[in-house]
């Protein structure tokens, strides 16, 4: 199971640009690429409210009626302009190739809202290498709940055993710890100033093709 944003794919300048369309049909304070990379990882929701504080804190004084109609242009922003400048990391699709190759099943686990997952993959050719996909909009519970991940083992037969969650967040790592499953965490992406290491996921990897090494040992 593979996290998507900051783990298989590099989405921040798409997600920044809808982000700052949003703030500026608000007239609000815009802010650059490099602020939104610590305010991505527990969804749209969080993340646009993050942008109308202009902090990782939300503003408690944010209006109800405010948040949701940010939300929504940003949503509408966004679904019109998915993936423009996303990439993937160095060594995803040669990895994710290799592994299915291999006869392991690959899913994403993301808490991205899921009307964005297919599109998403569809542009960079990751589709015919995902078997299963799960939003944080799917279940009723996101990272770092557990309940992605193991309804993740469910839909494949599974036991949490036989399975690995890699991903660059401390949502990813302790919804593993969650789940009873084992995690890999990598050292790039968007952790919010985590340091992952101190979190104990099972092997800690600076380049994707890493991960190959870790099935291994």
Same mark, same amino acid.
């Given at each position: 199971? =593979?996290?998507?944003?900051?783990? %298989? #794919?590099?989405?921040?300048?798409?997600?920044?640009?809808?982000?700052?369309?949003?703030? @500026?049909?608000?007239?609000?304070? +815009?802010? $650059?690429? /490099?602020?939104?990379?610590?305010? #991505?990882?527990?969804?749209?929701?969080?993340?646009?409210?993050?942008?109308?504080?202009?902090?990782?804190?939300?503003?408690?004084?944010?209006?109800?009626? %405010?948040?949701?109609? !940010?939300?929504?242009?940003? #949503?509408?922003?966004?679904?019109?302009?998915?993936?423009?400048?996303?990439?993937?990391?160095?060594?995803?699709?040669?990895? %994710?190739?290799?592994? @299915?190759?291999? *006869? =392991?099943?690959?899913? #994403?686990?993301?808490?991205?809202?899921?009307?964005?997952?297919?599109?998403?993959?569809? @542009?960079?050719?990751?589709?015919?290498?995902?078997?299963?996909?799960? *939003?944080?909009?799917?279940?009723?519970?996101? @990272?770092?709940?557990?309940?992605?991940?193991?309804?993740?083992?469910?839909?494949? $037969?599974?036991?949490?055993?036989?399975?690995?969650?890699? *991903?660059?967040? !401390?949502?990813?790592?302790?919804?593993?710890?969650?789940?009873?499953?084992?995690?890999?965490?990598?050292?790039?992406?968007?952790?919010?100033?985590? /340091?992952?290491?101190?979190?104990?996921?099972?092997?800690?990897?600076?380049? =994707?093709? +890493? %991960?190959?090494?870790?099935?291994?040992?």
């Amino acid at each position: 199971m =593979f996290d998507l944003d900051g783990t %298989l #794919i590099d989405s921040v300048k798409d997600i920044a640009t809808s982000a700052n369309y949003m703030l @500026k049909t608000l007239d609000r304070s +815009q802010f $650059n690429t /490099d602020d939104f990379r610590h305010w #991505i990882g527990d969804g749209a929701t969080v993340m646009v409210n993050r942008a109308l504080s202009g902090n990782r804190t939300i503003n408690p004084d944010l209006s109800v009626e %405010l948040k949701r109609h !940010a939300r929504q242009i940003f #949503i509408d922003h966004y679904l019109q302009h998915p993936c423009v400048n996303t990439e993937l990391y160095p060594q995803v699709k040669e990895t %994710l190739d290799a592994l @299915k190759s291999q *006869g =392991f099943k690959l899913a #994403i686990v993301t808490n991205k809202p899921s009307a964005f997952i297919e599109p998403i993959m569809a @542009k960079l050719s990751l589709t015919p290498l995902i078997d299963y996909h799960i *939003g944080g909009d799917s279940l009723c519970e996101k @990272k770092p709940h557990p309940m992605q991940l193991l309804h993740c083992c469910e839909h494949f $037969n599974i036991t949490p055993e036989h399975a690995l969650m890699v *991903g660059d967040s !401390a949502n990813d790592v302790v919804a593993a710890q969650n789940a009873n499953i084992q995690s890999v965490a990598v050292s790039y992406g968007y952790h919010g100033g985590v /340091d992952l290491t101190t979190l104990n996921p099972c092997a800690f990897i600076n380049q =994707f093709n +890493q %991960l190959l090494n870790v099935l291994k040992s």
